[in-house]
Structure formats: C-alpha cells, structure tokens
T-cell receptor, first 114, second 115 residues
Framework: AQKVTQAQTEISVVEKEDVTLDCVYETRDTTYYLFWYKQPPSGELVFLIRRNSFDEQNEISGRYSWNFQKSTSSFNFTITASQVVDSAVYFCALVQGGSEKLVFGKGTKLTVNP | DSGVTQTPKHLITATGQRVTLRCSPRSGDLSVYWYQQSLDQGLQFLIQYYNGEERAKGNILERFSAQQFPDLHSELNLSSLELGDSALYFC??????????????FGEGSRLTVL
C-alpha cells in the first residue's frame, strides 16, 4: 500500500527565512512518481514538481528546491528566502507506476509573516 | 490558470438532493480525474476516466457516479446528499495518465455545501 506522511501540520516563519517541508513516503514499487502541490487560500491546487523514482537528482527552481532521497524515502521541499505569497498549504503526493491513484499527504500549512 | 474548468464554483443544497458537477479538461488531455477534499479525509481520489472509459476507481460512494463524454468533458453526479458530502470537489486532467509520464493539472474546484 502507498502512504505519504507530512508530519508537520503547520509551520510559521518570518519573511526571508528558509523553510523545509518534510515528506516521507511508503511504497513497495520500484517505479513511482512523487509530486508537490501548492494550495493557496484561494483554494486551487497548483502543480509544483513531479519526480520519478529513478531520478534522485535534486532540483532547484528559483527559490524552490527539492531533495529526493530514496534511502530515507523522503522528498523534502525547501523554500529559500520565504515570502508572504508563499503562504499556502503544501501537499506531497505519490503514485505507483502504471496506477492512476495519486495518494496525497495531509498537507503542511505554511504561514509566512511579514 | 491550469486550463481545467470546473462549474459551478460554489453550490449550496439540502440533504437528500442531487447535484451535478461539470469539468472541462485541458485541451488535448484524455484523462479526467475527480478528487474530494474534506477536512477530515483530506484529498481523496474518487474516479478516473480515459477517453470516455472508466479506468480507475477510488473511494467513491455508491451514491456518486461519473461519466466522460465524447467531447472529453466529465460530470460527477452526487445523489441522496448527506451533510458529510460537503467538501471541495476537484477535477484534474492529464494528457496520458498520472502513473505514466503525465502530470496532473487541477481545476479550481467546486465547493459543495449540504445543509
């Protein structure tokens, strides 16, 4: 069975601080895909990244970076120099290769205070 | 803007009623997914269609049904509504499938309130 755990329910930081959102996953498959989505207060789900299980290279996109470590089954997300606009709920998700059932974690609510 | 369009954005109805939520996928996307987001259950996969055919089923109640039409738009029908059905219902689309090489793009959701 697949499972995604986001142990941090809520995080509050001050603007310009760096913040890391943790994601730990469970799957028995060797082929799988990991995702991060952002849900701002307006409610829509915004796609941030998709990573397959065979690509462990870390990725950086502007102030966002992702650290994928198969050894610890983790796919952590770091926001550098956080901004108020980063305030949102962030979801980590997992799907097994060939499956269509994307399994989401419970989400981490990030509040960035000015 | 993800390109996925959902209507209505908000819906308030009474217990026992039936509602239909509509979704237009991104242009060219053959796969449509429905998800339910509630405070207690989080984001739950309901059902997926690919080019008109049901492909995968998740935690969808028997009171709920969906279909995908030849023009690829999809509808989610919720009947005999209960208070616990109040939730945000998301539609998402993908060019192939999320479990292959496809990404999954979500609409803005339809917020259903059952009174």
């Amino acid at each position: 069975a697949q499972k995604v755990t986001q142990a941090q329910t809520e995080i509050s930081v001050v603007e310009k601080e760096d913040v890391t959102l943790d994601c730990v996953y469970e799957t028995r498959d060797t082929t799988y895909y990991l995702f991060w989505y952002k849900q701002p207060p307006s409610g829509e789900l915004v796609f941030l990244i998709r990573r397959n299980s065979f690509d462990e290279q870390n990725e950086i996109s502007g102030r966002y970076s992702w650290n994928f470590q198969k050894s610890t089954s983790s796919f952590n997300f770091t926001i550098t120099a956080s901004q108020v606009v980063d305030s949102a709920v962030y979801f980590c998700a997992l799907v097994q290769g060939g499956s269509e059932k994307l399994v989401f974690g419970k989400g981490t609510k990030l509040t960035v205070n000015p | 803007d993800s390109g996925v369009t959902q209507t209505p954005k908000h819906l308030i109805t009474a217990t026992g009623q039936r509602v239909t939520l509509r979704c237009s996928p991104r242009s060219g996307d053959l796969s449509v997914y429905w998800y339910q987001q509630s405070l207690d259950q989080g984001l739950q996969f309901l059902i997926q269609y690919y080019n008109g055919e049901e492909r995968a089923k998740g935690n969808i109640l028997e009171r709920f049904s969906a279909q995908q039409f030849p023009d690829l738009h999809s509808e989610l029908n919720l009947s005999s509504l209960e208070l616990g059905d109040s939730a945000l219902y998301f539609c998402a689309s993908s060019p192939t499938g999320v479990g292959n090489t496809g990404e999954l793009f979500f609409g803005e959701g339809s917020r259903l309130t059952v009174l």
